[in-house]
């Protein structure tokens, strides 16, 4: 057993360590007031494992290694939690954000936890600052309750709280000469089975680490240069390049056999051979930000062609036969299945005699055909894979502007027919967000061409600036710029998209291109699609939500391939790869077009599928409440905007309901309960929704079911955006179904506070609903 004030003192002297393997501190407020609140009411919180080790030929953090130290191996997230709320500070080996304990208050009457929050908290004595309790003593706190009489009586719970760190932790110790960093590595992942797993590339560095302490900073600040240019590459990323400099090959065991001084060297190298692969994809091809660089594992080939030519490509030819064979690879999916297997391949195939060109026809038999087909532009969304390919062809043709006829500088990249125009005629958001609806535009003409019809400019910019449409290739004929005509206008634009892409791709393949001119690096723009997307908005608005409760950040407009076949199983609004929180849990999927992906699938590759906005906020808010120890307790939205965002209501994942395909019962009737009658008429709304537009909102309906028309009705109206079933009416246009539009009725005015009609009617403003 070990006292938690000799485990903090410990950690001050710097004998108490992290191993350099180890990831960072990844827990939110949520589980730190958690935390506290379960040792407060003394619930058992798990033990410590710890590995006593001669630290002098291992990398560790938190202070100089050398003799023996004590690595906490198990424990990290509640020892660095302890140690921040009762120090003030993190710990020496923190790596990861102290906002998620800065702050943290301990309500003596009520014996809860949460974090500050001014309108609620300011100036009430029995709010007590937790760490300035620990820092500085109970003197100052006992002060502020004598103020009145009555919290006398809370002194006791004051000095409980205090009396924590006189609690014992079990902690288990592995020691020995047979426990090596190989072994403990295993016990490690073992032991964090249910937690934060390390991946192989975690495993492959820690053994680089031992022998290296500044392996893993050294990556991180190439990863952070790069991010500062636009490009959000992993630290397994960069690794598979170190690997395949290093060794040629793809396993990161081959790493075993290679020492720290080889590393360090294969790291310098690999960095150099990434930034000239990423200036010509980006000066040859225009491809020069994140989301339009596709194929990253491909990059890790070409590092080793660079490497086996001494840092540089042999000739201008040589150079675009490998640009030729990285964007075939990267569109047609190479390695967005078996992507060790085929990268072993094709790093063994580009050291052979032949080089590019093996390469080049290896890929060749793989696909059958390295032709663009117009069916490959199929796709929908910024996430799917041929959207790159939209923006190399504007890019390399260089598509003029609609307003001025010149080429497009800083740009965004929008819809030619807007989302609402088309929504409005009946198209599916597939059909909507096809890629071959994407053009180039100026910040300047980007509102114009999102409000007016394609008939309407199309004709006249292309009078004024002959050849307009071929540069950004757009079908001539006037016929197709019509709303009726999309689905048409669609097939045209890919086979003008495909033909130029192909017309590109074997210019570079022949030679024909090694004498263009260098595309500059322009901004892109962020936005870029119709100034009303009423589903990005809702999706933007659930990420910050979930941003402020400290979980991680998605990948938007994400392709999910399948990991034997690299098909893609879907391009969904938003994927958490790592869970909700990194290395926690199950990949999360947000995918609001269940009908184009493949649901199944997914589910049995593991991923946590929502097709709500609501289901997913609720299964977030749902972890919340269990990482905080109050299953039960609802937070409260205090209106401060200084705190933590807050949500009303419970929100728990719906699961579907046993009701689905009957209305829930409303609540028993009483003469003239108002209620009531809202109740009846929240599942009227939902008949008509469904008998009327085909929109059957299941999630409504479980909602109904468990809480209740009112109660309902205000959680919705407590969200920061609107529901989906809101986005599916106006898609619609039947906004007179939607709760926003139901609570406006005079006769349920009284149910709702001036606050929350408030809501309804900007909601219904917003877009042009009176």
Same mark, same amino acid.
């Given at each position: 057993m070990a006292r938690l004030s000799t485990i903090l003192d410990q950690i001050d002297a710097g004998s108490m360590l992290l191993p350099e393997f180890q990831r960072g501190y990844v827990w939110n407020r949520d589980q730190v007031r958690g935390f506290m609140r379960s040792l407060y009411l003394g619930y058992p919180v798990g033990s410590l494992l710890v590995w006593e080790t001669d630290t002098t030929d291992k990398a560790v953090r938190g202070g100089p290694g050398g003799g023996v130290r004590q690595l906490l191996l198990d424990g990290q997230q509640r020892v660095t939690s302890l140690y921040g709320v009762t120090r003030g500070r993190p710990p020496?080996?923190?790596?990861?954000?102290?906002?998620?304990?800065?702050?943290?208050?301990?309500?003596?009457?009520?014996?809860?936890?949460? #974090?500050? &929050?001014?309108?609620?908290?300011?100036? +009430?004595?029995?709010?007590?600052? =937790?760490? /300035?309790? $620990?820092?500085?003593?109970?003197?100052?706190?006992?002060?502020?309750?004598?103020?009145?009489?009555?919290?006398?009586?809370?002194?006791?719970?004051?000095?409980?709280?205090?009396?924590?760190?006189?609690?014992? #932790?079990? &902690?288990?110790?592995?020691?020995?000469? +047979?426990?090596?960093?190989?072994? =403990?590595? /295993?016990? $490690?992942?073992?032991?964090?089975?249910?937690?934060?797993?390390?991946?192989?590339?975690?495993?492959?560095?820690?053994?680089?680490?031992?022998?290296?302490?500044?392996?893993?900073?050294?990556m991180r600040s190439y990863l952070q240069r790069w991010n500062n240019e636009g490009y959000d590459f992993s630290l397994d990323w960069l690794l598979r390049n170190v690997n395949a400099v290093a060794t040629g090959r793809a396993p990161f065991s081959a790493l075993d056999a290679v020492s720290a001084d080889e590393f360090e060297q294969a790291l310098t190298g690999a960095a150099d051979h990434i930034n000239l692969v990423l200036d010509e994809v980006a000066s040859r091809l225009g491809l020069d930000h994140a989301r339009v660089l596709p194929g990253r594992p491909a990059i890790a080939v070409l590092s080793r062609l660079l490497s086996e030519?001494?840092?540089?490509?042999?000739?201008?030819?040589?150079?675009?036969?490998?640009?030729?064979?990285?964007?075939?690879?990267?569109?047609?999916?190479?390695?967005?299945?078996?992507?060790?297997?085929?990268?072993?391949?094709?790093l063994a195939t580009i050291s052979g005699p032949r080089g590019i060109d093996d390469l080049i026809g290896r890929l060749r038999r793989w696909r059958r055909s390295l032709v663009i087909k117009p069916d490959d532009l199929q796709g929908a969304g910024k996430g799917a894979r041929y959207y790159p390919l939209v923006y190399l062809v504007g890019r390399m043709l260089g598509a003029r502007d609609f307003a001025s006829g010149e080429k497009v500088g800083d740009f965004l990249v929008q819809p030619l027919f807007g989302k609402s125009l088309l929504s409005r005629a009946g198209y599916r958001p597939a059909e909507i967000n096809a890629i071959a609806n994407f053009v180039l535009v100026t910040p300047e003409s980007a509102a114009e061409v999102a409000r007016r019809r394609p008939e309407d400019y199309l004709g006249g910019a292309e009078e004024m600036f002959p050849g307009l449409l071929a540069s950004q290739c757009l079908p001539s004929d006037p016929d197709l710029w019509r709303v009726e005509r999309y689905r048409d206008f669609l097939a045209a634009r890919r086979k003008l998209l495909a033909a130029a892409a192909n017309e590109i791709l074997d210019g570079l393949l022949a030679g024909?291109?090694?004498?263009?001119?260098?595309l500059p690096r322009v901004a892109v723009r962020a936005g870029g699609d119709d100034e009303i997307d009423i589903r990005a908005e809702e999706v933007g608005a659930l990420v910050e939500e979930l941003l402020g409760l400290g979980l991680a950040a998605p990948e938007r407009d994400a392709e999910i391939p399948d990991p034997e076949t690299g098909r893609?199983?879907?391009?969904?609004?938003?994927?958490?790869?790592?869970?909700?929180?990194?290395?926690?849990?199950?990949?999360?999927?947000?995918?609001?077009?269940?009908?184009?992906?493949?649901?199944?699938?997914?589910?049995?590759?593991?991923?946590?599928?929502?097709?709500?906005?609501?289901a997913l906020r609720g299964y977030a808010l749902r972890r919340r409440r269990e990482a905080a120890g109050s299953a039960h307790e609802a937070p409260v939205l205090t209106g401060s905007?200084?705190?933590?965002?807050?949500?009303?209501?419970?929100?728990?994942?719906?699961?579907?309901?046993?009701?689905?395909?009957?209305?829930?019962?409303?609540?028993?009737?009483?003469?003239?309960?108002?209620?009531?009658?809202?109740?009846?008429?929240?599942?009227?709304?939902?008949?008509?929704?469904?008998?009327?537009?085909?929109?059957?909102?299941?999630?409504?309906?479980?909602?109904?079911?468990?809480?209740?028309?009112?109660?309902?009705?205000?959680?919705?109206?407590?969200?920061?955006?609107?529901?989906?079933?809101?986005?599916?009416?106006?898609?619609?246009?039947?906004?007179?179904?939607?709760?926003?539009?139901?609570?406006?009725?005079?006769?349920?005015a009284g149910l709702f506070t001036p606050d929350e009609l408030d809501v309804a009617r900007g909601r219904l403003a917003q877009f042009d609903y009176a």
């Open positions: 020496a080996f923190f790596e990861g954000d102290p906002a998620a304990f800065t702050g943290l208050r301990f309500n003596v009457s009520e014996e809860s936890f949460e #974090f500050y &929050a001014p309108v609620k908290m300011k100036d +009430d004595p029995l709010w007590i600052d =937790v760490t /300035e309790l $620990f820092v500085h003593g109970a003197e100052r706190q006992i002060e502020r309750l004598a103020t009145d009489a009555k919290n006398w009586q809370h002194v006791g719970k004051l000095m409980k709280l205090q009396n924590l760190l006189e609690k014992d #932790f079990h &902690a288990e110790q592995i020691t020995g000469p +047979d426990k090596t960093t190989d072994v =403990v590595v /295993e016990i $490690f992942n073992r032991v964090n089975s249910g937690g934060t797993k390390l991946s192989k590339g975690d495993l492959a560095l820690a053994k680089i680490c031992a022998e290296w302490s500044g392996a893993r900073p050294t030519n001494g840092g540089e490509f042999t000739d201008p030819l040589q150079r675009d036969k490998a640009l030729y064979w990285y964007v075939h690879a990267a569109l047609s999916g190479r390695f967005a299945g078996s992507t060790e297997t085929y990268l072993n391949q094709d024909d291109r090694v004498d263009a001119p260098r893609a199983l879907s391009v969904a609004e938003a994927v958490w790869p790592d869970g909700l929180q990194p290395g926690q849990g199950a990949p999360v999927v947000l995918e609001l077009d269940p009908d184009e992906a493949d649901l199944p699938r997914m589910a049995e590759l593991g991923y946590e599928v929502f097709t709500s906005v609501e905007p200084d705190e933590a965002p807050a949500f009303t209501g419970s929100f728990d994942e719906a699961p579907v309901s046993p009701a689905v395909g009957r209305v829930p019962a409303a609540p028993p009737a009483v003469a003239a309960d108002p209620e009531h009658e809202f109740h009846q008429a929240m599942t009227r709304i939902y008949q008509q929704a469904r008998d009327e537009t085909g929109y059957n909102a299941t999630y409504l309906l479980s909602m109904l079911a468990e809480d209740g028309g009112v109660e309902t009705a205000k959680r919705l109206l407590a969200s920061a955006t609107v529901s989906t079933g809101f986005t599916a009416l106006w898609n619609k246009q039947r906004l007179d179904l939607t709760v926003e539009a139901l609570v406006l009725d005079q006769k349920f």
